[in-house]
């Protein structure tokens, strides 16, 4: 039964990544004042089974003077990485709800800095090489604020189980009581997941298309795929542990989804960040503000105790 739950759930997911693509190529289009995709099917509906289509008949090159094991093997390392987390979906039947649910996300998103970097590297390009050494600094860099931040959370709920986040938050969201936490977190998030305005491991101006830029046919739908099922992952995690977690109710599924939408205006609103910009945000103004807190909330809670 657990074995057939996840694979019904891991078929959902890659199913909302699909339509999830057509709903970022819509608000794009229509926040440039165009229309996005509106010929395949009816508004364009069908448009991410036309390129998946696309992409996996399409011929995938091989690279003779690259490391060709771990550079296809890595895409579905990443992919297979971002399925594993949507292990945390807390349902009380027939499926995974320990009490170590945060513990293992934080084990399981270390783990995708791996995926990024053996992708560039085993490339042997140096655009994908320079994207990836970007991505994993800043992966690391922003990694360590965000896991103080949860720990924060994990202090002042007293458990490392999401059905906990879902309990306490009954009678009053967390967002109302700390908003300043919730938007380091969203900002952390964008770094994490590399998009806009933190997407350099992407930079199309600078690295054509960054790590990715040897990879076509299904590897490059792999890396695609992985991508922007984390970003649904996360927006699920924010919702959970500030907009109340009710994942009984509609709104929470409807709070889930502005929050994914929240990834792609940011990504049609802002422009690029400078590099060491984003690096004195990282460890000069995150990292000191998460600590203290950290600090601050570990003290409050003991001497309550």
């Known amino acids: 039964m657990f074995v057939l739950n996840f694979f019904i759930l891991a078929i959902l997911i890659l199913i909302s990544v699909a339509f999830y693509v057509v709903l970022e190529r819509k608000i794009l289009g229509y926040l440039q004042i165009r229309k996005g995709p509106f010929k395949v099917g009816f508004i364009g509906i069908l448009q991410p089974f036309s390129d998946a289509i696309k992409l996996f008949s399409k011929e995938s090159f091989f690279i003779y003077f690259g490391n ?21 979906y ?8 320990f009490p170590l649910g945060v513990l293992f996300f934080v084990c399981c998103s270390s ?15 140096i655009y ?14 922003y990694e360590v604020c965000l896991f103080l931040i949860l720990f924060v959370l994990i202090i002042l709920f007293d458990s490392f189980n999401l059905m906990t986040f879902f309990f306490i938050q009954n009678l009053n969201w ?10 380091m977190l ?3 998030v964008l770094a994490e997941t590399n998009r806009s305005p933190f997407d350099f491991s992407e930079g199309e101006s600078e690295l054509v298309s960054g790590f990715n830029v040897e990879y076509s046919s299904f590897n490059f739908s792999f890396i695609f795929l992985s991508e922007y099922s984390n970003m649904i992952f996360m927006s699920f995690l924010m919702g959970l542990f500030f907009l109340g977690g009710n994942y009984y109710e509609f709104f929470f599924f409807l709070s889930v989804m502005i929050l994914s939408i929240l990834f792609i205006w940011i990504r049609g609103s802002l422009p690029r960040y400078r590099y060491d910009k984003l690096m004195i945000l990282c460890w ?12 601050f909330t570990f003290f409050l809670m003991m001497i309550m105790i």
């Open 284 to 295: 000069k103004i995150y990292l000191p503000v998460s600590l203290n807190l950290f600090l």
């Open 111 to 125: 783990f995708m800095v791996y995926g990024t970097l053996l992708s560039g590297w085993s490339s042997n390009s």
């Open 174 to 183: 967390f967002v109302y009581m700390n908003m300043f936490l919730f938007l």
């Open 90 to 97: 807390p349902l009380t039947h027939n499926f995974i709800s």
């Open 186 to 188: 969203m900002s952390c």
């Open 128 to 141: 994908s090489l320079i994207g990836s050494i970007r991505s994993i600094a800043q992966s690391i860099s």
């Open 68 to 88: 060709l094991m771990i550079y296809y093997f890595m895409p579905f390392f990443s992919l297979l990485i971002s399925l594993n987390l949507w292990c945390l």
